[in-house]
């Protein structure tokens, strides 16, 4: 790509015209630059992560080098302002973009620590519930054997009796006696048989509970898929509409060139942007805004003020006209005050000329100035 060899190919220029005798003009605010450029270029955080940034930063040097060759020194100064300010851009759009991944990251992580966990419990619960119903089978097991062999024992019992009731009283009370006891093993027998009734019931409960706790942990897992699809989903939606991360909360910049020249209506361009906000806005209801208008210092106060209220109640005017209720829109109008470029050239005082729009978290809340 020609911007990424734009280092290579300054220096070989440098040399043709060393060879040729011919000193090259030289610009403190250029070569300040370059460097910066240089800089950001072998980072690879910046190179992966602001490619397009970095790139115009690069066009940007490329038309000072043009300027500086026609011995246009405002220019080159003006333009090596502007690349040094497209580099810092791009620094910090890559480091908000490697902040955010690594939050994404962390999310991710965490909830697959949550899901391991929940997935050992629910293991251990029904190892618990097959070790239950495994020792009550083998209860009841041994029980219907003892019931066997008291059956045998009062079959004999009973053979007994048959026999002593032939002789005289003495081997009648015997059988009483034998009898009594039969009657006493056949209670115990029945106690038997009840317990093992109620160790196969506890059993099924506790089958029952790890079977529940089972489906609620794949409810879990769902949810959490949910989540980070919604994570990534909002973080796409984001991107595409240009918002940057600041301490008040994301914020999205509609620039001079969305509104007609000292005008307050939005162009076709503002239109569509607008329209891809009310769109993220009416997905997360739950969301607020405040829009800031602001302007250069050119001009009185007296017109800038209402300029930029004017701005900034266009685009909430919009945002009532895409569905979004007004109750959720606050609007400010700032005039001059607060500028995020020098006012001593036309970049910076384009860059000033904006309307900001702050979302807030999702309970509402927006940090004040």
Do not use: W
């Not at 890559?94 to 620590?113: F, G, L, P, W």
């Amino acid at each position: 790509m020609k911007t990424n060899q734009y280092v290579s190919l300054s220096l070989l220029a440098a040399g043709v015209l060393a060879g040729c005798g011919t000193v090259p003009p030289k610009s403190t605010a250029l070569d300040e630059a370059r460097s910066l450029y240089s800089s950001a270029q072998t980072n690879p955080q910046v190179a992966n992560l602001a490619p397009v940034e970095l790139q115009r930063a690069g066009q940007t040097l490329e038309k000072a080098d043009a300027a500086l060759d026609k011995g246009e020194d405002a220019e080159v100064n003006q333009l090596a302002y502007v690349a040094r300010q497209q580099v810092a851009i791009a620094q910090e759009i890559a480091r908000r973009k490697a902040a955010e991944q690594s939050i994404v990251n962390a999310t991710v992580q965490r909830d697959q620590v949550r899901l391991a966990a929940r997935t050992a419990e629910a293991e251990a619960a029904r190892r618990q519930a097959s070790i239950a119903q495994q020792s009550a089978k083998e209860q009841a097991e041994r029980d219907r054997a003892l019931m066997a062999a008291r059956q045998a024992e009062l079959d004999a019992a009973r053979q007994q009796a048959a026999i002593a009731q032939k002789t005289a009283d003495e081997q009648a009370a015997a059988l009483a006696a034998a009898s009594a006891q039969a009657q006493r093993d056949e209670a115990l027998i029945a106690a038997r048989l009840a317990e093992a009734e109620t160790a196969r019931q506890q059993a099924a409960v506790a089958q029952q509970a790890a079977d529940q706790h089972a489906s609620a942990l794949e409810a879990a897992r769902a949810q959490a898929e949910r989540d980070q699809a919604l994570i990534a989903q909002q973080e796409q939606q984001l991107k595409e509409l240009d918002a940057r991360q600041t301490p008040r909360g994301m914020v999205i910049t509609l620039g001079d060139v969305l509104f007609a020249v000292n005008k307050a209506e939005l162009s076709a361009g503002g239109v569509r942007n607008v329209q891809k906000l009310a769109d993220f806005l009416n997905q997360y209801p739950q969301r607020k805004v405040l829009i800031e208008g602001h302007t250069d210092s050119t001009g009185s106060r007296s017109i800038n003020q209402p300029l930029s209220e004017r701005r900034a109640d266009a685009v909430r005017s919009a945002l009532v006209g895409m569905g979004i209720g007004a109750d959720r829109i606050e609007t400010r109008g700032y005039a001059e005050d607060y500028p995020v470029a020098s006012n001593n050239n036309a970049a910076g005082r384009q860059m000033n000329r904006r309307v900001e729009i702050i979302l807030s978290d999702d309970k509402g809340n927006i940090v004040p100035r």
